[in-house]
């Protein structure tokens, strides 16, 4: 099954956001960017990569903003379609 290219959606937690995901490539070699707009503090992005093996997409990414006195991490996440 291929993986939808782009999406958008909601990040809760920690952190609280709109959240857009680009996605190319193949499902086994996927790269693009996730935009967060975290409303109050800042919109930022990633660079993100990652896989789809037709059950399970795992991505990593390494931030691509830089704000004076915000500090970003490294990402990574997985998900499971059921």
């Known amino acids: 099954m291929a993986l939808g290219r782009l999406w958008a959606g909601m990040v809760y937690g920690t952190n609280t956001g709109n ?14 960017t996730l935009r967060v707009n975290e409303g109050g503090v800042a ?7 990652g896989s789809f093996d037709g059950a ?17 991490g490294d990402l ?7």
């Open 19 to 32: 959240l857009f995901v680009k996605l190319e490539g193949e499902d086994e070699a996927l790269k693009g």
């Open 43 to 49: 919109l930022y992005s990633y660079a993100i990569e």
């Open 56 to 72: 399970q997409l795992a991505l990593s990414g390494e931030p691509q903003t830089k704000i004076e006195g915000i500090q970003f």
């Open 76 to 82: 990574k996440a997985k998900a499971r379609l059921n």
